[in-house]
């Protein structure tokens, strides 16, 4: 006997379907097999009533900090991925700025075990650019690929050295994943505590002006 | 009735400046000079008389000791210079010690130097043949050349063969000099390696490039192994040998699952179980020390080609008969 | 520049004077024991083995042959430029060392081609005896070595006359042919 779960009367959206309205969405086994209008329901079906609640595929989000190693006192890989499960999110790409961070292959088996342990939204390990963050030199790349990275970046700090920039963006092309970057001239956002603008005139505060940005994104597309 | 060999000119700079014909003449001629070092007696006097400076301004052992027995076999006497008790570590410039050398009458100059044109620079200003034993990232064409006779001697052919090479491409003046003469004689060419040290822009070259060793494997007849120098983990191009080991080292397994079987050539020395694994170096694809043999004679070939590269006089001697 | 052939003997006489050669090498050598038949590139080689296959069907007996490639024994290497070593050189399966070897050419001329042979022969070991042999002595010695057999003298006097002893592998005919080379009238 399948198991049968119709989502009645929600607002289903999903770009990729092309849809943005309400419907029915029966679910068999796991699988949506059906999306209409106005459906029966079918025998033995479980139904869900989803008026004035939106019906999505499953989210995915590819930047969140699940804390764990050394930040448990925030969140841990398991309280990350059951929040995400509960808000609509079935995957999430834990960046790797922890304490130590995530630049070898076992921290990176270690969140994707932890990850599958919880039980709850997937948990796809994101490795370091370079090693210990430090952006001096690439983290083992390859090897972090095979235990289960699915991308890199140094995120929370930017790769200042254009050189290893370059030479992270070359090396992953040899695994096919993304190089993700935090995009953020140092020299220029300096000690700023916000944007540089009207604001932080009137309170006084330093600034990161928005070039700080702008600058980092634009060599890394001329890299890139 | 001469048959005469094309003339090389002065010197051996690298592969890319030769033609075709050339590159051959040298491979042909080397042929006959694998037999002396058979002998029992191992020296012919062709170079009686002549004096050569091996002037090493990088470490090398195995190319140096190479020459010297090509030289020693051919009977020319021979001085070796290397870099840390020349007078360069005092300061004196590259052309300076070449002319102090020209003035004490020599010659050839066989020169391995660490920046690329080196040989060039060096072989426009003196008049003694100039033999490039690799200049910087530019050629080491003897090598080359060696690794072409190996090709030869194993696959009965050149032309239409599938060669790979393996490694950091970026800065190997051997892959360099591979690329230029299996090129002209008609082979396909391929590199492979991180994209750090095999940047695409290698095939405007006119060779195919590889990411996946694995790829390189399923598509070539010939892998040319290379040396991962030490410096370029240092410098970042790759995060550790190990790593490296992992993902573009040559092990039996992966030449295991090679459609045919591969002929394996490394120039040596060797960083075994980094880019090469154990039981390839000595497994029986490898051809490696075949190419230490055959690397005396293509530089005894190339230093007998060079030493009668006197076309002009060659003509006037023709006319005047029978020797 | 224009050039005329004279012929100076045909096929039959090639052979005719092989034949007599081959005697009267097993008649000085007193038999065939110990004997090693070498011919000199390229065309040595050819009338070599016209000499052995004379020899060993007159004989009965089978002749070991090598031959002798004396690029790198040249005295004139600056002088004539780079030539490809067409064949290297190969000595005859038993050696050298104690033999007799019958040391084999088309031309004689300077004397040199046979100094280079004599010298590389003796690097490679120690033969017993060497017989030297050529199809044809043209004169003109700048060095004092004489053959010991000779085909046929022929005097060359002009410098604008040469020698030239074809065979089957390489000029398509066995012969020997006076060549004359004149001058482009001005």
Redesign the interface.
Known sequence: MSARILFRGGRVVDPSQKLDGVHDVLVVDGKVAQVGKDMAVPEDARVLECAGLVVTPGLIDVHVHLREPGGEHKETIASGARAAAAGGFTAVCAMPNTEPPIDDPAAVGFVAAEGRRAGAARVYPVGCIS?GRKG????????MV?AGAVAITDDGSPVMNS??MR?AL??A??FDIPVADHPEDLGLSGKGHMNAGLVATRLGLPGKPNAAEDIHIVRDLLLA | MNQTAPALGKDLIGLEPLSREQILAILDTAEPFKEISERRIKKVPVLRGKTIVNLFFEASTRTRVSFEFAENRLSADTVNISAAQSSVSKGETLVDTARNLEAMRIDMVVMRHGSSGAARFLAERIPSNVINAGDGSHEHPTQGLLDMLTIRDHMGRIEGLKVCIVGDVLHSRVARSNIFGLLKLGAQVAVCGPPTLVPRGFRSLGVEVFTRVEDAIEWADVLNILRLQLERMEAGYVPSLREYNRVWGISRARLERAPRDILVLHPGPMNRGVEIDSDVADGPQSVILNQVTNGVAVRMAVLYLLAGGQPERAEAAKQGGEA | MSTERIPVMDDTAVRRAVARMAREIVEKVGGTQGLAVMGIHRRGIQIADLLRSEIESAEGVRIPSGSIDISLYRDDLEAIGPRPIVGGSELPPSGIDGKTIVLVDDVQHTGRTARAALNELMDWGRPGRILLCVLVDRGGRELPIQPDIVGRGVEVLEKHQSVEVLVPELDGRLGVDLVLTYPEAS
């Open positions: 090693a001096e030199r690439l983290a083992l790349v390859g090897e095979e050189g290893l030479l070359l090396y092309q040899a």
